[in-house]
């Protein structure tokens, strides 16, 4: 395979005759040239910013069918395909000023160059910018406030995404088009991917089964490095970020270049090191602390028949377990050894609590290591795309002072992931897309217990995926099918219940092991119709597919990040899905308005579910630790609900934004019991988030585009919780208050020397708990009579970015 792709990208005959796109790009309004409006032809990884006259010229093309796409911060995003032939073709644009930035060009989300206003798959975007002027403690923190969007936390640096009520592996998590596994099943650890390095999300809501496969049920979570420079610069960059409740200091420095024969490179070292967070009631939160090290690199080339480049990373972090144990005066607590044999808890010292230590009798050592390949070639009448990539997932959990060194739990995932692609533009006016992709995963225990026995799964699946765009419609969607075989090994115990996956003489097995294949189509259909110059509606169905997870299947011993013991069922079946959505759309020069409904039917909804003994209390394993049993099982469930946002940006005010949205989600488990099972467990409450923004192109010579910021974040109470067996509980209402400002500082000559962003986030220091926070369901402060640990409180954040770098 690997020598057929590279027979593909060097082929002489792809190449053609010079190329060269020119034009001219203009205000639609005013006729005004607009200086340094990007243009960018995704398919070779090449584009130009307008001048001074508003002109632009790019050369080293390939002859043919291109989509190209235009932006300009303040305007409205344009995407175009055209026909280049040999020589030079004209391409004059003109852009319009717009209140909401909807226009946000997606290219990875559905195969072909789209905008979200266009695609009838609901679909965000969030670039670096908006990340810049946010405060974030992790990479999904920092789109946890989206529309839809909402995060399961375990502490500051612990989060994982939830799209729509659904998360852990019912989200996809694709880096550069590539399916990031990292053990997402677990509650206890972040994505492992450098935040730093991320120039842009894209959020696929509903199934993304058709172009990802299997575990899409909820979404997709997309996250795209930066494009390479172009040819002939070779720039730089420093990011430094610190917050003030944790002591948190974060680092990050890039160098990236291409030269005029198109050959690129990227080298990223960033670093992160964070003290135990405080709020108003807990004080210090022992166990809070983190660091994490991260290096990354990519090298490639362009040409005009494509491009292709080889990625590496290896990201590194260290983080204690928040375990909540207290003492009568409401001291945190830690293990200590008192002798060769035997542990206890002590109070944690005060000059311990506000340091930065790595506890090692109770932390995660965590270490992804990655390395793709990534081609884009063309290939006949259209393109061919590429990606095979390699990674090691070490997974290490300590959670004794008797066995420094030696971790309780070792997980040792490697996956091979694979992806074609092969795209036929403009048939009859049709983009067809045909392809595959594959996952092959192999999971080792390397620990002193078993939590999951090892496994070695083999995902494969094609799928065919077809859009058709005139004036006023554009229909898109596909079919797939998907076939994971899985293996998991047996397990066994010896009379104390020490799992093992070799036979134990004398014990007993308490899992068979498994070999069983699952196999379920996908399909996707939607449109989206212009009704008006200003109103937009749009619809889409989808059915989706998750096969059980390893350890949803064989679970069945003491999980140390999670403090339970978790029971799996070899006879779970896959979950199967069908989504609808409804969405309309408004937009005016003014005035742009979005609103969407969606219900997501889910057949053999699995989740977790406490155990209680035949006496109705709970089912403790051991009665010297005070760890309770859940066992997972299925039902058939549905989720619904809406989301909307409004923007104004008055042209007669361009300096003046604002922006409100309210999302709201529910829930029914369709095969509960009683009452107090009926819902879904961890679903956010229905949220308000409301933002002034005022901007300021720029203020003397040396200041550019500053904008000050107030935003108000109310979250409901959220009483529709999994109420049965005390698995959740009722969370009270909260409201915070955030506050953000900035500026770019430059030289005379105009040149950016530095870029500040300083954010300050629940501003009145309110002691809440958000109702997806794993920590409120920890033992209670016996000194407050309040139960689980609360969220962070007030946190000044401040960003500083200085480029550097020169055009040959």
């Given at each position: 395979m690997v020598r057929f792709l590279l027979f593909i990208c060097l082929i002489p005959g792809l190449a053609s005759a010079q190329t060269i796109l020119s034009g001219h790009i203009t205000d639609k309004t005013t006729r005004e040239p607009l200086i340094g409006a990007t243009v960018y032809i995704p398919s070779s990884?090449?584009?130009?910013?307008?001048?001074?006259?508003?002109?632009y010229r790019i050369t080293g093309l390939t002859a043919g069918s291109v989509r190209v796409q235009v932006q300009l911060v303040g305007y409205r995003n344009m995407t175009r395909t055209i026909q280049l032939g040999d020589g030079e073709t004209t391409l004059d644009m003109t852009l319009e000023p717009e209140a909401a930035q909807l226009q946000e060009v997606v290219v990875t989300g559905l195969t072909t160059g789209q905008t979200v206003k266009d695609s009838p798959v609901p679909i965000m975007t969030y670039n670096k910018i908006q990340w810049l002027q946010t405060s974030s403690t992790n990479l999904v923190d920092a789109i946890g406030k989206l529309p839809g969007m909402s995060q399961i936390t375990t502490g500051v640096g612990l989060s994982k995404p939830v799209i729509r009520g659904l998360g852990f592996n019912r989200v996809i998590t694709v880096h550069d088009g590539v399916r990031q596994e990292d053990n997402q099943w677990g509650e206890e650890h972040a994505l492992q991917i450098d935040e730093y390095s991320i120039d842009r999300y894209e959020i696929i809501k509903g199934s993304g089964s058709l172009l990802y496969g299997s575990d899409g049920l909820g979404g997709v979570m997309s996250v795209i490095s930066a494009r390479p420079p172009e040819p002939g610069v070779m720039r730089g960059q420093i990011l430094s970020n610190y917050q003030s409740n944790n002591g948190m200091i974060g680092l990050s420095g890039v160098v990236e270049g291409t030269n005029q024969g198109g050959l690129f490179g990227r080298v990223r070292v960033s670093t992160k090191s964070a003290g135990n967070y405080r709020n108003r009631y807990d004080g210090r939160v022992y166990g809070s602390a983190y660091r994490e090290f991260d290096i990354n690199g990519t090298i490639g080339i362009t040409r005009?028949?494509?491009?292709?480049?080889?990625?590496?990373?290896?990201?590194?972090?260290?983080?204690?377990?928040?375990?909540g144990e207290r003492d009568r005066n409401g001291r945190f607590l830690k293990l200590v050894q008192v002798s060769a044999d035997s542990e206890a808890l002590a109070p944690v010292p005060d000059a311990e609590l506000r340091s930065r230590p790595i506890e090692l009798a109770n932390y995660q050592n965590l270490n992804h290591f990655k390395t793709s390949w990534n081609t884009f070639a063309k290939v006949g009448g259209g393109n061919l795309s590429a990606i095979i990539s390699y990674s090691q997932n070490r997974r290490q959990e300590f959670a004794s002072t008797l066995t420094p060194g030696q971790p309780a739990l070792y997980f040792y995932l490697q996956n091979v992931f694979y992806d074609l692609k092969y795209y036929?533009?403009?048939?009859?006016?049709?983009?067809?897309?045909?392809?595959?992709?594959?996952?092959?995963?192999?999971?080792?225990?390397?620990?002193?217990?078993?939590?999951?026995?090892?496994?070695?799964?083999?995902?494969n699946g094609v799928f065919a995926f077809a859009q058709k765009k005139t004036e006023r419609l554009t229909v898109n969607g596909g079919v797939r099918v998907d076939v994971r075989r899985m293996r998991i090994n047996q397990l066994y115990a010896d009379a104390e219940g020490t799992f093992s996956e070799s036979p134990i003489q004398g014990g007993q097995t308490r899992f068979g092991g498994l070999d069983k294949v699952y196999s379920n189509p996908t399909a996707s259909l939607g449109a989206t119709y212009l009704l008006s110059s200003r109103w937009t509606v749009k619809a889409?169905?989808?059915?989706?597919?998750?096969?059980?997870?390893?350890?949803?299947?064989?679970?069945?011993?003491?999980?140390?990040?999670?403090?339970?013991?978790?029971?799996?069922?070899?006879?779970?079946?896959?979950?199967?899905?069908?989504?609808?959505?409804?969405?309309?759309?408004?937009?005016?020069p003014d005035l742009t308005v979005m609103a969407s409904l969606f219900q997501n039917r889910i057949n053999n909804y699995t989740y977790s579910e406490k155990v209680l003994d035949r006496f109705g209390r709970d089912s403790i394993v051991d009665p010297a630790r005070p760890i309770l049993t859940y066992r997972y099982v299925q039902g058939n469930a549905v989720l619904y609900g809406v989301e909307t946002q409004v923007t104004v940006n008055p042209r007669s005010a361009r300096w003046f934004h604002f922006t409100t949205s309210y999302s709201l989600v529910r829930s029914r488990n369709l095969s509960a019991k009683n009452d107090s099972a009926r819902y879904l467990p961890f679903l956010p409450p229905p949220r308000l988030i409301?933002?002034?923004?005022?901007?300021?192109?720029?203020?003397?010579?040396?200041?550019?585009?500053?904008?000050?910021?107030?935003?108000?974040?109310?979250?409901?109470?959220?009483?529709?919780?999994?109420?049965?067996?005390?698995?959740?509980?009722?969370?009270?209402?909260?409201?915070?208050?955030?506050?953000?400002?900035?500026?770019d500082i430059v030289s005379n000559s105009g040149r950016t020397l530095f870029s500040l962003y300083l954010t300050v986030q629940n501003l009145f220091d309110i002691a809440y708990q958000s109702h997806q926070n794993r920590l409120k369901y920890f033992g209670v402060n016996e000194a407050t009579g309040r139960a689980g640990v609360f969220n962070m409180g007030r946190n000044v954040s401040l960003k500083a970015v200085i480029p550097f770098g020169k055009r040959s």
């Open positions: 990884q090449k584009g130009g910013a307008a001048d001074s006259t508003g002109r005009k028949w494509g491009y292709s480049q080889l990625y590496i990373s290896n990201w590194h972090q260290d983080i204690n377990i928040v375990t036929l533009a403009g048939r009859n006016g049709w983009d067809i897309t045909l392809g595959g992709n594959g996952l092959y995963q192999y999971n080792q225990n390397r620990g002193l217990e078993v939590l999951y026995p090892g496994y070695r799964s083999f995902d889409n169905l989808a059915r989706g597919f998750r096969a059980p997870a390893t350890s949803e299947l064989s679970a069945n011993g003491e999980h140390a990040g999670t403090f339970r013991y978790e029971i799996g069922s070899p006879d779970l079946r896959s979950e199967t899905s069908w989504q609808g959505d409804l969405g309309v759309q408004y937009e005016s409301s933002q002034i923004r005022l901007t300021k192109a720029e203020a003397g010579s040396r200041w550019r585009n500053l904008y000050a910021m107030v935003e108000l974040e109310h979250n409901w109470r959220q009483n529709q919780a999994l109420l049965a067996f005390g698995t959740e509980t009722p969370t009270p209402a909260y409201t915070l208050v955030n506050l953000g400002t900035g500026s």
